[in-house]
């Protein structure tokens, strides 16, 4: 969020002011009017998509595939990771048409849904990959190691990881008053630009360089290992691991740039006033896209998925079938489980 211009983004905020030369005061307020408008509606349009697609994502797991494979549990975890994320959405698009009016208690608890959310979606992200190359390229192996038992030992582990690499965001963010408006925003008390640097930096690192270096190595192995085996689906799953990396890297390496130069700007690097205006513009709009790969998770490891489809079509008409007859459904239900064959292929395996 920025403290300067009360943007409602958690994961940078801005210096207060930017003096041009002559020593005059140089206001990022021109952009306010854009993100009043834009950012709210952008934010509950995501917020509506990703609740639906990661909610279909859990249905699908628990009821139809009742977890049965390791991918599945860090699939789940990934639709749980991008739904907390989204649940704090509604509470980011009434700030950025506003200001903050839910206290000080509710500033911590929103952003720190936020941060988990945003770290532990990126984090099963990678663990996912990991598991899609153990699976593929070193399939033996794989057979020995992923059992359930350790998918969720490395689950809780990402998830205690989440909450570590949040911490120190969290620990200068507070309510207060600037100006007469209130704001949710990292607030520095002692040695500003020492912390905001290290958290910049924190989510750079964290957040796509060590992630995104993870997904290249599995899926360029990936791709190896594929083009060496002949197999109908080949075409398919190559096309689907480079869409894997390629909208991970688009959605996230841009607001990573726009966060790195901010932190150039912290040391006085970027000095600018136009610049230093354009780069409060950037980081809001780059933050915001990226907040659109929540939604695409779904799509990316699931809904591609033949079987998937045809569970969420599945519950779709299950659910159709109770509004109209309860007790069609029972009958209904009965009979489509007792009929339905047992599958030990993951929702994931057509994809890759």
Not at 242 to 267: A, E, G, K, Q, Y
């Amino acid at each position: 969020m920025d403290v300067s211009t009360g943007t409602e983004l958690p994961l940078n905020d801005s210096d207060d002011y930017y003096p041009e030369e002559g020593g005059s005061i140089c206001s990022p307020e021109r952009i306010k009017g854009f993100e009043s408008v834009f950012f709210p509606v952008l934010y509950c349009v995501v917020f509506v998509f990703g609740f639906v697609g990661n909610s279909l994502v859990i249905c699908v797991l628990i009821v139809c595939k009742k977890l049965s494979r390791m991918t599945d549990v860090y699939l789940l975890n990934l639709a749980i990771s991008d739904l907390l994320f989204v649940f704090s959405l509604p509470f980011l698009a009434h700030y950025a048409s506003d200001q903050w009016t839910f206290g000080n208690e509710m500033c911590k608890i929103i952003c720190g849904v936020y941060y988990i959310g945003f770290y532990s979606s990126i984090f099963f992200i990678t663990l996912v990959s990991i598991d899609r190359y153990l699976a593929i390229v070193h399939a033996v192996y794989a057979l020995k190691v992923r059992t359930s038992r350790l998918s969720i030992v490395l689950s809780l582990m990402v998830w205690s990881m989440t909450i570590l690499a949040s911490v120190p965001n969290l620990i200068f963010i507070q309510e207060f008053d600037e100006d007469g408006i209130m704001k949710c925003a990292p607030y520095y008390p002692n040695n500003r630009t020492t912390w905001k640097l290290l958290t910049n930096f924190e989510v750079n690192i964290l957040g796509l360089v060590i992630p995104l270096a993870i997904l290249i190595f599995c899926y360029s192995h990936i791709l190896k290992n594929l083009q060496r085996c002949m197999n109908r689906n080949k075409y398919k799953a190559m096309k689907l691991v480079f869409t894997v990396v390629i909208v991970f890297f688009l959605f996230w390496t841009p607001f990573n740039v726009v966060l790195f130069l901010d932190s150039l700007r912290s040391l006085n690097i970027i000095d600018d006033c136009k610049t230093s205006r354009d780069l409060d513009l950037a980081l809001q709009v780059t933050e915001t896209i990226s907040f659109v790969h929540c939604c695409l998770n779904p799509l990316i490891y699931a809904f591609v998925g033949e079987k998937f489809k045809k569970y969420v079509q599945e519950i779709l008409r299950k659910f159709l079938l109770i509004c109209k007859d309860h007790s069609v459904f029972q009958s209904h239900y009965s009979t489509s489980f007792m009929h339905t064959p047992s599958s030990h292929t993951s929702i994931t395996d057509p994809i890759m």
